[in-house]
């Protein structure tokens, strides 16, 4: 049951990562890692899985957030979205790729939504980057052993 928590923790602290909020899930994969108590693999699909699962979480408040922006109390003004849809539309859904990055794939993510990226690309670009991310860090622990 310890290690059920275990990696139920990493799900929890890559799902949290990827979403606005700040929280790191790279450190908690790589002391899990170095513990050596557990399946390397599983390590890197849970923390993928939960990666991918928070920036979906991202997707879907992009997708419905565009709904309230009439409203005063909304955070961000017309011509900020208007700059980001820009920005998005010069760079086009490959920026996905960059989901991974600290500070920008966040919001990207979020953007995604806003201007309604199909699910299917969406998800197949952001499971590229953060898997491929998880594989880097995993990696890099894997060499202090």
């Known amino acids: 049951m310890p290690d059920a928590l275990a990696y139920l923790g990493l799900f929890a602290a890559s799902l949290l990562a ?12 790589a002391g899990m890692i170095l513990s050596e108590r557990y ?8 923390a993928s ?22 409203r ?3 955070p961000v003004k017309r011509d900020q ?3 980001a849809e820009r ?19 966040d919001p990207l993510t ?8 199909p699910l299917p690309v969406f998800l197949i670009l952001v499971t590229i980057a953060k ?4 594989l880097v860090v995993a990696a890099l622990a894997h060499s202090w052993i």
Do not use: C, M
């Open 18 to 29: 990827a979403t606005i909020l700040p929280a790191q899930s790279e450190v908690v994969l």
């Open 39 to 46: 399946h390397l693999w599983l390590l890197i699909l849970v």
């Open 131 to 134: 898997v491929g991310r998880y």
């Open 72 to 74: 005063r109390w909304f």
């Open 87 to 105: 920005w998005y539309q010069r760079y086009g859904y490959w920026t996905l790729l960059l989901s991974w990055a600290p500070v920008i794939g």
């Open 81 to 83: 979205i208007a700059k």
């Open 49 to 70: 899985v939960g990666n991918i699962l928070g920036s979906l979480v991202n997707w879907f408040l992009g997708r419905f957030i565009a709904h309230f922006e009439d």
């Open 110 to 117: 979020i953007v995604a939504g806003v201007l309604r990226e």
